[in-house]
């Protein structure tokens, strides 16, 4: 199935399916992606999330910020609960409870904890049974909800309160995990990766998952202030650098098939992304400079494996 182009009138008529007055920090990035997600969407919507900033600051009993069906499910097992719904309403499609001519998208959201770590193995298990739903990753690179300590998303040499900055440790010591090619491993029919900056773009990537026809899966830079030591009002700057230094590229793998959505126009210096950042401070510093190439070099290296897969030259 095609996509359809996004329709910005249409767009703006739409009743926000996220509403105002939910208790997520000024700035936040998730709620910036949870509406352009849902405001992509054209079908009914039923929302899966796990436990994490978005659940609790949302649905602070006895209110709810939502406007869609929802339902709470625990910080490990996001994936295998989307996968159960999207399999109980299959099931009363095909007992003729529900009717087949009306499409229903099920759409996960869970955090970076709940997605690189604790809940990687419920994930891979729900794409490889072909669960037909798209897994929003809202990736802030921590576990912010508990008090930003670090996880497998989180950087090399940033500071969160389980990788302290000092003469012992500075910042995190490994290099975060690429779920999104661990996910495309899995040969799913739509993988994307996308930041809120650029919102055309996720939006476009979110019709596409839901054309998919199949398990769709995005990965979504979410950017946290609280967490990445920064004001409120520099969110979506951050997130564009983090895309114009490569350091999170924009790119989709359509079954199998990767393909680069956007490139610079001139590659930024990670430098430049770090350095509105509270939590890479200490690398600007002279003593860190060895580690910052590293991370420079990292990034270099990834981008231009990015570009071979895509079939892009440097």
Request: glycine share 8%; charged share 20%; hydrophobic share 40%.
């Amino acid at each position: 199935m095609v996509a359809t182009p996004l329709n910005l009138k249409i767009l703006s008529e739409k009743p926000t399916p996220l509403s105002s007055g939910h208790r997520m920090c000024a700035g936040c990035a998730e709620a910036i992606i949870v509406k352009q997600v849902l405001l992509a969407i054209d079908d009914p919507v039923v929302v899966i999330n796990g436990t994490g900033c978005l659940e609790v600051s949302t649905t602070i009993f006895p209110y709810t910020a939502w406007r869609v069906p929802w339902i709470h499910v625990a910080f490990e097992n996001t994936a295998a609960v989307a996968a159960g719904v999207e399999a109980a309403y299959r099931a009363l499609v095909r007992r003729g409870v529900l009717p087949a001519d009306r499409r229903v998208v099920f759409v996960a959201f869970a955090g970076d904890g709940g997605s690189y770590d604790i809940g990687l193995q419920a994930l891979s298990g729900a794409l490889e049974r072909g669960h037909r739903f798209i897994y929003v990753c809202l990736d802030n690179e921590g576990y912010m909800n508990t008090g930003i300590q670090r996880s497998g998303a989180t950087p090399r040499g940033a500071w969160t309160t389980t990788t302290p900055v000092g003469k012992v440790m500075p910042g995190k010591p490994q290099w975060r995990k690429d779920l999104t090619a661990i996910v495309a491993a899995h040969r799913i029919p739509y993988v994307a990766q996308v930041a809120p900056s650029h919102w055309k773009d996720l939006m476009t990537r979110v019709r596409k998952a839901v054309a998919s026809g199949g398990p769709a899966f995005l990965n979504a830079l979410s950017d946290c202030n609280r967490g990445w030591r920064h004001d409120p009002a520099q969110t979506i700057e951050v997130t564009r650098l983090a895309v114009e230094t490569c350091y999170w590229p924009l790119f989709e793998v359509e079954d199998g098939m990767w393909r680069l959505n956007y490139r610079p126009r001139r590659k930024l210096p990670i430098t430049e992304y770090l350095r509105l950042q509270g939590r890479f401070a200490h690398l600007l510093q002279p003593e860190f400079q060895d580690l910052v190439a590293e991370i420079q070099a990292e990034v270099d290296r990834r981008w231009e494996e990015l570009l071979r897969r895509c079939g892009e030259t440097a």
